[in-house]
T-cell receptor, first 113, second 113 residues
Framework: NAGVTQTPKFRILKIGQSMTLQCAQD?????MYWYRQDPGMGLKLIYY???????DKGEVPNGYNVSRSTTEDFPLRLELAAPSQTSVYFC????????????FGSGTRLTVV | GDSVTQMEGPVTLSEEAFLTINCTYT??????LFWYVQYPGEGLQLLLK?????DKGSNKGFEATYRKETTSFHLEKGSVQVSDSAVYFC????????????FGTGTRLTIIP
């Protein structure tokens, strides 16, 4: 069982370029999340979704967009990349039960130059 | 709102030393509590959890007890190894309709041989 799969693992973007970070889960989880982790820092929530067709902003949504057309996939779109978006991006999924934690992907390391 | 306060790091210990990483929380209701571990270059992995007061979570020699009276969930290990070097995150998830985990800021642990 794959769990949460993120692609690509690494990417270098030039300022102003756009890209989509892919995230897929095969656990039939309704809830999915995108976080960013800056060097030496904790996690900041970008966007989350509680089911197909439903998304909501987290703490740091500016510069990002998401969509959730299926239960399995939750892509994160970066428009007009900026150096401040250099970070490691983690996708996670969960059931809606409070006693269930998150399953995380292995991350995408993005550098904007 | 919900919050998690973790012992500030970094923490450096010698191999076979006793480890404690403090974690306290503020939450409405009766949250579930989690410890996640992040090894260098990897995503977060669930280390252990406890879902009600006085529960003890344990895994890989690590333990943490859910203390409702002191609102704490301290992580302990009797004899650390070099392979335990990682960043440790304490987190909570409310059982009252809040679908998101609230994370602490993380504690970087380095074990020297």
């Amino acid at each position: 069982n794959a769990g949460v799969t993120q692609t690509p693992k690494f990417r270098i973007l030039k300022i102003g370029q756009s890209m989509t970070l892919q995230c897929a889960q095969d656990m039939n989880h309704n809830y999915m999340y995108w976080y960013r982790q800056d060097p030496g820092m904790g996690l900041k929530l970008i966007y989350y979704s509680v089911g197909a067709g439903i998304t909501d902003k987290g703490e740091v949504p500016n510069g990002y967009n998401v969509s959730r057309s299926t239960t399995e996939d939750f892509p994160l779109r970066l428009e007009l990349a900026a150096p401040s978006q250099t970070s490691v991006y983690f996708c996670a999924s969960s059931t809606q039960q409070g006693n269930y934690g998150y399953t995380f992907g292995s991350g995408t390391r993005l550098t904007v130059v | 709102g919900d919050s998690v306060t973790q012992m500030e790091g970094p923490v450096t210990l010698s191999e076979e030393a006793f480890l404690t990483i403090n974690c306290t929380y503020t939450a409405t209701g009766y949250p579930s509590l989690f410890w996640y571990v992040q090894y260098p270059g990897e995503g977060l992995q669930l280390l252990l959890k406890a879902t009600k007061a006085d529960d003890k979570g344990s895994n890989k020699g690590f333990e943490a007890t859910y203390r409702k009276e002191t609102t704490s969930f301290h992580l302990e290990k009797g004899s650390v190894q070099v392979s335990d070097s990682a960043v440790y995150f304490c987190a909570l998830r409310s059982n009252f309709g809040n679908e998101k985990l609230t994370f602490g800021t993380g504690t970087r642990l380095t074990i020297i041989p």
